[in-house]
């Protein structure tokens, strides 16, 4: 299984800044994704996280406000763009391995807007 | 519509009473399912697939095609199955669709 580490762990911002998330693999990772949890609620997929070239967002997530990159097969960046207060939420981060039949989940960022 | 819905947010249950969170989905296709959970203050970590038919922590689960169905069972629940369960459903680009979960809480 692949080793997945999140930065940072949580963290406080104020409305209208912006938080970029690193997401670290400890091996070569075939897919990567971003999924929001808010408070209360089940997992949403952001987008996939493609290598060398744009993400593939989900209905309701545009890349003005959820840019990502993804420069290798071990990392990925996600940035919260002109935080509000509604997007305090847990972002995780996770991969799928070259078998592609598993999903495993970063530890999470809890970001909170103030 | 690809959907995953768990109808119970919550379900309370004695130390050795069975278990059995409801799972129901729609998709167009053949499904892959999995139960997730999450352990208080854990991540969130795969407990069964459909796919291998094994057992984990003594929970299994069974891919009903005709009922759309992929409920989660243990026969004896244990105080430390108490967590946050979601079952997901895995499309065909690989991106998985979560249900909205069901909290277990098992008393002593």
């Known amino acids: 299984s692949a080793v997945i580490s999140q930065k940072p762990s949580r963290d406080i911002c104020q409305r209208g800044t912006s938080l970029t998330i690193q997401c670290q693999v400890d091996?070569?990772?075939?897919?990567m994704f971003w999924y929001r949890q808010q408070p209360g609620q089940s997992l949403t997929l952001i987008a996939t996280?493609?290598?060398?070239?744009?993400?593939?967002?989900e209905s309701g997530f545009v890349i003005d406000k959820f840019p990502i990159s993804r420069p290798n097969l071990t990392f990925s960046t996600l940035t919260v763009s002109n935080l509000s207060p509604e997007d305090s939420s847990i972002y995780l981060c996770?991969?799928?391995?070259?078998?592609?039949?598993?999903?495993?989940f970063g530890p999470g960022t809890r970001l909170t807007v103030t | 519509a690809q959907r995953v819905t768990q109808p119970e947010k919550l379900l309370s249950v004695f130390k050795g009473a069975p278990v059995e969170l409801k799972c129901n989905y729609s998709?167009?296709?053949?499904?892959?399912l999995f139960w997730y959970v999450q352990y208080s203050r854990q991540r969130l970590q795969l407990l069964l697939r459909?796919?291998s038919r094994e057992s984990i922590k003594g929970f299994t689960a069974d891919l009903n095609k005709g009922e759309t169905s992929f409920h989660l069972k243990k026969p004896f629940a244990q105080e430390e199955d108490s967590a946050m369960y979601y079952c997901?459903?895995?499309?065909?680009?690989?991106?998985?669709?979560f249900g909205s979960g069901t909290r277990l809480l098992v008393r002593p």
């Open positions: 996770s991969v799928t391995g070259t078998g592609l039949y598993e999903q495993y």
């Open positions: 091996s070569q990772v075939t897919m």
């Open positions: 996280a493609n290598q060398g070239s744009e993400a593939t967002y």
């Open positions: 997901a459903l895995k499309d065909s680009s690989y991106k998985l669709i």
């Open positions: 459909h796919i």
């Open positions: 998709y167009s296709g053949s499904p892959e």
